[in-house]
Antibody
Framework: EVQLVESGGDLVQPGGSLRLSCAVS????????MSWVRQAPGKGLEWVAN????????YYVESVKGRFTISRDNAASSLYLQMNSLRADDTALYYC????????????WGQGTLVTVSS | DIQMTQSPSSLSASVGDRVTITCRAS??????LSWYQQKPGNAPNLLIY???TLQSGVPSRFSGSGSGTDFTLTISSLQPEDFATYYC????????FGPGTKVDIK
């Protein structure tokens, strides 16, 4: 059974930092692109970032460029999102998800970890 | 950036109804269009990818069509478990989700 389990969400002040983790099991983690997708409370889905299977390519939505960094540890089957200079509009449930090969959407998702940015 | 729109933003329907949701991209995305279902408190669930391919385990009452900029998700006979919010998503260039369509009970 494939499982993606996010952790690290918390309440943080504006300007603060947080590191999210996603532990993956049940699939060959090192073979797939992985993404972070977020959902603000009561709002829709927003893709945040993704990373190539070997970590050599990374892409970000414009609003987080320069503030967020996606990374992975294939030996530990884990995905990370380092979030710096956090703003109120970063408040959301953050999901990790597997990119289906061939640009075929996201087929496995975790249950999300909640990040709240507030003073 | 590629923008995605969906219509309607919400709809009310009855069990057994045929439901159609439209998704439009701001530029051609070929067939790189996926559909997701999300129920309250749950992660999104992939229903369809590359416009019309049903994800494993998804009932055949769901279907997708389109190409270029205009796409459609159809539920042929709405079931009680289908009341949810549906999102389209392009993966032609980066990734962008549509704003969602909420399907509720009439």
């Amino acid at each position: 059974e494939v499982q993606l389990v996010e952790s690290g969400g918390d309440l943080v002040q504006p300007g603060g930092s947080l590191r999210l983790s996603c532990a993956v099991s049940g699939l060959t983690f090192s073979s797939y692109w992985m993404s972070w997708v977020r959902q603000a409370p009561g709002k829709g889905l927003e893709w945040v970032a993704n990373i190539k299977f070997d970590g050599s390519d990374k892409y970000y939505v414009e609003s987080v460029k320069g503030r967020f960094t996606i990374s992975r540890d294939n030996a530990a089957s884990s995905l990370y999102l380092q979030m710096n200079s956090l703003r109120a509009d970063d408040t959301a449930l953050y999901y990790c998800a597997r990119d289906r090969p061939g640009k075929e959407g996201f087929d496995y998702w975790g249950q999300g970890t909640l990040v709240t940015v507030s003073s | 950036d590629i923008q995605m729109t969906q219509s309607p933003s919400s709809l009310s329907a009855s069990v057994g109804d045929r439901v159609t949701i439209t998704c439009r991209a701001s530029q051609s995305i070929g067939r790189y269009l996926s559909w997701y279902q999300q129920k309250p408190g749950n992660a999104p669930n992939l229903l369809i990818y590359t416009t019309s391919t049903l994800q494993s385990g998804v009932p055949s009452r769901f279907s997708g069509s389109g190409s270029g900029t205009d796409f459609t998700l159809t539920i042929s006979s709405l079931q009680p478990e289908d009341f949810a919010t549906y999102y389209c998503q392009q993966s032609y260039r980066s990734h962008t989700f549509g704003p969602g369509t909420k399907v509720d009970i009439k």
